[in-house]
Every structure is written in structure tokens, then in C-alpha cells.
């Protein structure tokens, strides 16, 4: 698809926008938030009018684990229902906007640290669309997604994100969609509709990756097995976790850091996100 000299990216030659696009990392939680009025789901329907316009959106997904990394390069994107146990209106949605081709080909340029893969087959998990039908409901907006190849560190995965930062200057949206403390073996289903109940090694591994990130100490943040006992049943595999430092690789110095959706359900699962720039 990427042919190094001699493809002209159409997109890489727009002017800069003025301005860098913010980035976020967002606790997308249960699928049932993409339909459920919440106060999430509220937050997540707020937030897009608050920000710049995109031309078109990246977003790296918890649920789309590889070996190897890819980039979803067609034009057309499937809904994908990639779950199990759920109301049947939760399968009836669709999220029917475009791929964006050019930008898949631009992420395979700038990226340099690993060879990134077309793929023609993947489309949006829920990871996904579950937020941005409620950001972006028209579906108008071009969306492409990136993997996480699953068989790398957190080293690797912070480094990749940085390598992304020029399309904040091109009008580029880039999310991380996980969830920081994300236990789902332990959660208390007799708890789930309890306000912002929490275990207590919840809190202190959400409260300890909170401060690094207000502090800007984003290394330390990297290998989260050094993190102590309480991350350690927070982030017992690191699959929604990874997202996050996809995002820690795009911040700047000069970007203001906002959290909100700060809560935790059921326990062991934190809704905790962030905006690394500004509104508008």
C-alpha cells in the first residue's frame, strides 16, 4: 500500500490547523454505555462540542489485540458486535462511517519503529463506536483503527504513540479507548448500580497513575508491573491498559491535562479519562 518515495500523501500536505488537535484517553467501560443514558455516555456526547472538528479520527482499541500491528486501510468499515450476553438493541447498532485509506497510508509512513500492516477486514470494535456514536453521531467523520500487538511492552507501545504526534497538526483526533483499572474476574455485580463504589486498591492504583499523569511522569507509567501490589490486581492483564500509553507518547509540555469521567463501578473498574490539550 505505502510506497516510500513514491507516494505523495494527500493528507500530509494539508495546512497545519493552526493548532494541535487534543488527544484522548477514554474509559469506554460496558458496551451498554453506547445505549444507556449515563452520566458516561452524557460526558462523551458533551465532549465533541467542546472540541475542534476533526478531518478524521484514530483511535486505538483495547479490542483489537494482534501479533504484529495493523491499520484498517479499507474504505467501508463493519460495526463490530464483539461481545456476548447483551440486549438485542445493543447488536442492532451500526456505526456507518468511513474508513479513511489515506490516513491508514500515512500511519504506515510516519510510524518507524515497527512495520505496520494494512488490514481490510477488521472494522470498528466496540472499543470504538460504543464512543463515538455518541461524540459523533452522524457517523461523518472518517475513522480508522490501530492495534495493539499484544506481544510487545509498554516501552514499545508508548514509543509507537509518540510517533503518531504529527497528525495532531492535521486536524487528526486521536483516542485511546480502554480503561485504567479494569478487573473484570473481581467485580461486585451486587454493587453495580452503587455510585462510584470502588475497592480500595481500585482507588490507590487509579489515584497513583492519576498524580504520575498530572505530575508528568510518564515513565514510570510505562512498565505497569512496577506499579505495586494494588496495580497489580487493577491491571491483571494490560490490554485496556496499553491504550493509555499510546497516549502518554502524544503529550506535549504545552498540553493542558483535564480529567473527567472520574468514577469506578462495580469495584474494579475505573472510568477515569482524560483530554491532553485544550478545549476549544
Known amino acids: 500500500m505505502y510506497q516510500d518515495k513514491e507516494v505523495i500523501n494527500q493528507l500530509m500536505r494539508l495546512p497545519d490547523i493552526g493548532g494541535r488537535m487534543p488527544v484522548l484517553f477514554i474509559g469506554h467501560g460496558s458496551p451498554m454505555n453506547a445505549i444507556e443514558e449515563n452520566e458516561f455516555s452524557v460526558t462523551w456526547k458533551q465532549l465533541s462540542s467542546k472540541l475542534p472538528i476533526p ?45 479513511s485509506p489515506l490516513l491508514a497510508e500515512q500511519v504506515q509512513h510516519i510510524v518507524r519503529s515497527t512495520s505496520v500492516q494494512e488490514d481490510m477486514d477488521w472494522g470498528l470494535d466496540h472499543g470504538s463506536w460504543s464512543v463515538l456514536r455518541r461524540m459523533y453521531p452522524l457517523a461523518n467523520i472518517p475513522v480508522v483503527q490501530l492495534s495493539i500487538d499484544y506481544y510487545k511492552g509498554g516501552e514499545f507501545h508508548y514509543k509507537l504513540g509518540s510517533e503518531l504526534s504529527a497528525l495532531r497538526n492535521k486536524g487528526v483526533l486521536i483516542i485511546g479507548s480502554g480503561n485504567i483499572v479494569h478487573n473484570l474476574r473481581m467485580i461486585d455485580w451486587k454493587n453495580m448500580d452503587t455510585d462510584n463504589y470502588a475497592f480500595d486498591w481500585s482507588i490507590e492504583s487509579n489515584e497513583l497513575i492519576k498524580k504520575s499523569i498530572l505530575d508528568r511522569n510518564f515513565k514510570v507509567l510505562v512498565d505497569h508491573r512496577g506499579l505495586g ?30 480529567i473527567f469521567n472520574d468514577k469506578y463501578v462495580g469495584g474494579s473498574l475505573s472510568m477515569t479519562s482524560y483530554l491532553f490539550g485544550r478545549y476549544l
Open 55 to 99: 478531518r478524521a479520527i484514530l483511535v486505538i482499541s483495547a479490542h483489537w489485540l494482534t501479533k504484529g500491528t495493523y491499520v484498517t486501510a479499507s474504505q467501508k468499515l463493519q460495526t463490530i458486535h464483539d461481545f456476548g450476553g447483551f440486549p438485542q438493541a445493543l447488536f442492532d447498532i451500526e456505526y456507518p462511517t468511513d474508513g
Open 229 to 258: 501490589h494494588a496495580t497489580k490486581l487493577a491491571i491483571p492483564t494490560p490490554d485496556h491498559y496499553y491504550p493509555l500509553l499510546y497516549t502518554l507518547g502524544l503529550v506535549d509540555q504545552k498540553d493542558e491535562i483535564e
